[in-house]
């Protein structure tokens, strides 16, 4: 699975944008990227995935470089409980969903009032 | 909505001893999985378990390590003879209905916290 980067921390106005970029410059063409986030001593909880084409649900969007080589997860109105580790993983999602998850150090979001 | 629940919440055991870490995955969920997470460290793939056998497995999961599916329903992890550095979460997480496989993400549960004396 390609190697994500992602920056250690970022901090974020409640009630404003926040974006999270990851680059993901190996990422193959049959590659997937998913995000997932951790809140404090909680499971990792699935926000959203995409494979080339942009990416919305109730949580956020996920908008995805042409070049497919990079990402930024959006979070249109940040709350206090986003507060969270974000994860930006990327795998092959062939025909079944057995394979695992690489979990890398992730981006410390810290939403303040 | 769904969810994967597990038990206990916390689990404290003699260094030693053996422990069963129980999880209920979500109900048409066709594929099983274990992570654990040690302490202020990265989350780490345990195995990977899909029609009654398992499919993928790393170094971690060494022969101290075993999953099985009882019944329809559980899904679980036994460690037989416990080590210290083996204090961590523990993560149980299901993926992939009946319906469709493909791109299925995986839900986690909210884990069991592992502590050896």
């Known amino acids: 699975d390609a190697k994500t980067t992602q920056p250690p921390s970022m901090d974020c106005a409640e009630g404003r944008a926040a974006n999270l970029p990851c680059n993901h410059s190996?990422?193959?063409?049959?590659?997937?990227v998913y995000w997932y986030r951790q809140i404090h001593s909680q499971g990792p909880q699935y926000i959203i995935h995409?494979?080339?084409n942009n990416e919305t649900n109730e949580m956020a969007s996920l908008i995805i470089t042409e070049d497919r080589k990079s990402s930024t997860l959006i979070l249109p109105h940040a709350t206090l409980r986003d507060t969270a580790v974000y994860y930006c993983?990327?795998?092959?999602?062939?025909?079944?969903?057995?394979?695992?998850?690489?979990f890398g150090g992730g981006t410390r979001l810290m939403v303040k009032p | 909505e769904p969810e994967v629940t597990q038990t206990p919440s916390h689990q404290v055991t003699q260094m030693g001893q053996e422990v069963i870490l129980r999880c209920v995955p979500i109900s048409n969920h066709l594929y099983f999985y274990w992570y654990r997470q040690i302490l202020g460290q990265k989350v780490e793939f345990l195995v990977s378990f899909y029609n009654n056998e398992i499919s993928e497995k790393s170094e971690i999961f060494d022969d101290q390590f075993s999953v099985e599916r009882p019944d329809g329903s559980n899904f679980t992890l036994k460690i037989r003879s416990t080590k210290l550095e083996d204090s961590a979460m523990y993560f149980c997480?299901?993926?992939?209905?009946?319906?469709?496989?493909?791109?299925?993400?995986?839900?986690f549960g909210d884990g069991t916290r592992l502590s050896i004396l």
């Open positions: 997480a299901s993926a992939g209905s009946r319906v469709s496989l493909s791109n299925q993400p995986q839900h």
């Open positions: 995409g494979l080339k």
């Open positions: 190996t990422i193959s063409g049959n590659e997937y």
């Open positions: 993983i990327v795998r092959v999602a062939p025909n079944n969903a057995g394979n695992m998850l690489t």
